[in-house]
């Protein structure tokens, strides 16, 4: 199976700044997309941002301008830098990884446990 761990949320202010990391582990035989998704309270799970292997990336458009998503594939991890946070980016934030097991396996989606970011006014 693979793991999906997120760290780095926290409680900051408007206007401040904070980076996400999640980092995979366990039985991986490729990771081609990986990205953050996040979840408000009453409100469905949204993407928030992808990044291919080959590097291309997709952004909410809330987002765009203000995050900023890379990876290491050495350390098959990504971050996930956010800039110029607003109260309306509070939510708790999860890792996706899409990934195969196994060089015939059909590639699937993983999930973090997730991390609560909270933006205070």
């Known amino acids: 199976q693979v793991r999906l761990v997120e760290s780095g949320g926290g409680l900051v202010q408007a206007g401040g700044s904070l980076r996400l990391s999640c980092a995979a582990s366990?039985?991986?035989?490729?990771?081609?997309?990986m990205g953050w998704y996040r979840q408000a309270p009453g409100k469905q799970r949204e993407l928030v941002a992808t990044?291919?292997?080959?590097?291309?990336?997709d952004y909410a458009d809330s987002v765009k301008g203000r995050f900023t998503i890379s990876r290491d594939n050495a350390k098959n991890t990504v971050y996930l830098q956010m800039n110029s946070l607003k109260p309306e980016d509070t939510a708790v934030y999860y890792c996706?990884?899409?990934?195969?097991?196994?060089?015939?396996?059909?590639?699937?989606?993983?999930w973090g446990q997730g991390t609560q970011v909270t933006v205070s006014s």
């Open positions: 996706y990884a899409h990934a195969k097991i196994g060089p015939l396996w059909t590639a699937q989606g993983y």
């Open positions: 366990g039985t991986i035989f490729s990771i081609n997309t």
């Open positions: 990044l291919t292997t080959s590097g291309v990336t």
